[in-house]
């Protein structure tokens, strides 16, 4: 049941992104709307199953971004550029794809082990995927500005990624944060260097020459935006998959 309204929301997704294309908004908004509603439906379906919070493997968080990046576009429509509305919907579609395509192997769900029971999951893990949403849009208007040749445009895109910047940076502290304090109830010490940690503080760390540039232009900005992408999407997938530790899926 789980991935039938997974698919139809996919190709609903697609209806709007080509609805958008076609520059009928009230048409994108519905279908929008409608698809949606089927990914939350998907996301309570594989809570019921699992009876945990669709968060706690890669393909859980491949289906929970997309929705949150959707909904966003939905409760906060004037945040996101019009412009750039079809291409977050078709990262969204992508992302479904992708959590699709996965071996059933990672998509079978599991018990939670008895460290991740805990209530410092439901601020830790949710405050990081708020702030990979809010990372994966600013990483859509930092591209746009390092390509546009429109000034007038590309101050307004700037503007937008700044607010984007500061709530993927209170987030991505937030997480840190919190996970100490789980770390601390859990295993007895806020810190080990585990390799999930320590990309998270990476994370933080390349974020910060954001706000401290000695000569602030639109171009270092977005450089800065793109390269935390690279980082965060290493320590979403890569470290996860490459390196052992606390964190990984392996």
Known sequence: M?????IVALVIYGSSLALNLNK????????????TALHFGALATRSIIAQHPPFTNMYETFILLPFLIS???????????D?????????????????????????????????LNS?????????????YMAMLVAAVYAAMILISNDKVNSEK???????????????????????GIWAYVSWGNYWAWDPKETWALINIIVL?????????????????????????AFTYWGVSFILSGLHSYK
């Open 208 to 232: 910060a020459f954001y706000f401290h540039l000695n000569k602030q232009t639109k171009q270092k900005k977005a450089a800065i935006v793109l390269f935390t992408l690279l980082t965060v």
């Open 71 to 81: 909904l966003r576009m939905i409760l906060w429509k004037k945040q996101v550029v």
């Open 83 to 115: 412009q750039f509305r079809k291409i977050l919907i078709g990262s969204i579609a992508v992302i479904i794809a992708i959590a699709l395509l996965l071996p059933q192997s990672m998509k079978a769900p599991r018990p939670l082990m008895p460290a």
């Open 157 to 179: 895109i700037l503007r937008q990624m700044d607010n984007e910047v500061k709530i993927t940076f209170l987030f991505l502290t937030i997480g840190l944060i919190t996970g």
């Open 119 to 131: 209530f410092w999951m439901y601020i830790h893990v949710p405050s990081y995927f708020f702030g």
């Open 24 to 35: 009928n908004d009230l048409w994108a908004n519905i279908t929008l709307f409608l698809a």
């Open 2 to 6: 789980e991935s039938i309204l997974l």
